[in-house]
């Protein structure tokens, strides 16, 4: 019987900061949305609710209408962007807790969220895919102006080719 009476007082997992910006948010597209069907002359709005409208934001004519939608799309567009902010940071937050808790969950929670491979290529896929890029030797033009000012930043830099071995020996050291 606990059980029950506590997941009835538990309402949603939405924290209220979140529900209070989020009805703030709704309750003014209502306001909008209203304004811009009375601009429209639309008789679908009530006479009672048309009259409060004009009368909170103060409109005496309707050239002022104009500016009060858009004041009110402005709220919106700032309450919206300000839930996100909110959201971002809340996530900052939490990752920077769960990186100084446990730094292998935070990693694993990281590698979920950018993970989106759903069927990864085969081997023979992957290896011609990459056999194309650098199976084939190509000859650069070492003339080029761009290197030449390297070399003058940076006299000290010696170019030494690559070779077969060494890429393989960097690859074997790797984690990936």
Request: glycine fraction near 2%; aromatic fraction near 10%.
């Amino acid at each position: 019987m606990n059980r029950s009476i506590k997941l009835e007082t538990q309402g949603s997992k939405t924290p209220p900061w979140v529900r209070r910006i989020q009805e703030g948010i709704n309750n003014t597209r209502k306001e909008l949305s209203a304004l811009l069907e009375i601009k429209r002359v639309n008789r679908k709005v009530q006479n009672i609710k048309r009259t409060r409208l004009l009368k909170k934001f103060n409109i005496e004519k309707i050239e002022n209408l104009d500016q009060v939608i858009e004041e009110l799309k402005q709220k919106v567009s700032a309450k919206t962007q300000r839930l996100s902010r909110y959201r971002k940071r809340q996530n900052q937050y939490y990752q920077t807790k769960l990186f100084w808790a446990d730094c292998k969950k935070f990693y694993n929670c990281l590698r979920q969220i950018y993970s989106t491979v759903k069927n990864a290529p085969d081997k023979d896929q992957v290896e011609s895919f990459w056999r194309e890029i650098y199976g084939k030797e190509v000859q650069h033009n070492g003339e080029a102006h761009w290197i030449e000012n390297q070399y003058q930043q940076n006299p000290s830099m010696e170019w030494s080719p690559l070779c077969e071995k060494d890429v393989a020996d960097a690859l074997r050291t790797a984690l990936n």
